[in-house]
């Protein structure tokens, strides 16, 4: 897992709220444990129409869109069943972080497991950067995991919540084996004292 410390980006605006994980990536995509090409299946069914065209109207195929590492969502992203991949799809397209002003629970760790940075914020905050994303589709954000700080386009500082052991495992671009295999020595060193 690469590790998150700072990022700067423009934001996708998918201001759809109660967005859940079958939109994110359709079930019929989860047949397998590899998450290369995932991203091509990322938001399928509003992604492409009918004829496997892409939808000129959705979000993520606007020119304004590409290379963007930041969605900017509407209200409880990532709602519904578990499944670890939609984080896996959303990497896959490019997307470092998510900002919301609220979050599925089980969406929210299981981004955290892979390497995926959901930023929650107040509905003030949101709906400035809301603004500011249609006022200037390429606006920069920058995220500072360190100091767990977003910083607006116009140069507002915001803090947001994340958990201490997520925040040491992200900086550090290890999952929660990774933690534990970090401690391999100490680990060996007990088993042959037993």
Same mark, same amino acid.
């Given at each position: 897992?690469?590790? %998150?410390?700072?990022?700067?980006?423009h934001a996708v605006l998918l201001s759809a709220e109660n967005v859940d994980t079958d939109q994110i990536i359709p079930a019929r995509f989860l047949k397998t444990l590899d998450k290369n090409g995932l991203g091509k299946q990322l938001f399928f069914?509003?992604?492409y129409l009918a004829d496997g065209t892409d939808n000129p109207d959705f979000a993520l195929n606007k020119p304004e869109a590409q290379g963007a590492q930041i969605i900017?969502?509407?209200d409880n992203f990532g709602c519904g069943s578990s499944r670890e991949h939609a984080p896996w799809?959303?990497?896959g397209w490019g997307v470092r972080a998510v900002?919301?002003?609220? %979050?599925? !629970?089980? %969406?929210?760790?299981?981004?955290? @497991?892979?390497?995926l940075l959901p930023i929650q914020v107040d509905a003030a905050t949101h709906a400035k950067l809301v603004a500011a994303v249609k006022a200037n589709p390429k606006a920069t954000?920058?995220? !500072?995991?360190? @100091?767990?700080?977003l910083t607006l386009p116009d140069g507002t500082k915001v803090s947001f919540p994340i958990d201490n052991f997520a925040q040491h495992c992200l900086l550090n671009g290890i999952d929660q084996l990774g933690y534990i295999?970090? %401690?391999? !020595? @100490?680990? @060996?060193s007990y088993e042959a004292r037993a």
């Open positions: 897992m690469a590790s %998150f410390t700072t990022l700067s980006s069914d509003w992604r900017l969502a509407g799809a959303l990497m900002i919301s002003t609220s %979050f599925a !629970d089980i %969406f929210k760790g299981n981004s955290l @497991k892979n390497g954000l920058s995220v !500072d995991l360190t @100091k767990a700080e295999l970090s %401690f391999d !020595d @100490k680990i @060996k």
